[in-house]
């Protein structure tokens, strides 16, 4: 799950999250990643995450402002997201 302002055209207090009692198990690939954004997370669990950093699969980067009970690993490395446009076409085949 990422949340992200994507085209970064606004301040970080314009993009606004509220995530709770989500429960995100045993996927080698799944985490919460908030990227300049405003967020408030309390009650979500991720447990057995490949992207466990810190003793948390859930992270903030590049000036996110986190609120919330929950345990936020602050990143000091980009991930790099991609945020162009994906082509299915060529994936379907």
């Known amino acids: 799950m990422v949340i ?16 709770t009692d989500n429960t995100i198990d045993a996927s080698s690939r799944a985490a919460v990643v908030l990227d300049a954004v405003t967020a408030e997370l309390t009650g979500n669990a991720c447990t057995n995450s490949g992207l466990e950093q810190g003793g948390t699969a859930m992270f903030s980067q590049a000036g996110a402002v986190v ?11 980009p991930l790099g997201l991609h945020v162009g446009v994906i082509e299915i076409d060529d994936l379907v085949d």
Do not use: I
């Open 67 to 77: 609120t919330g009970a929950d345990t936020v690993f602050d990143l000091v490395t």
């Open 4 to 19: 992200s302002q994507g085209d970064g055209k606004n301040p970080v207090s314009y993009y606004n999250a509220v995530l």
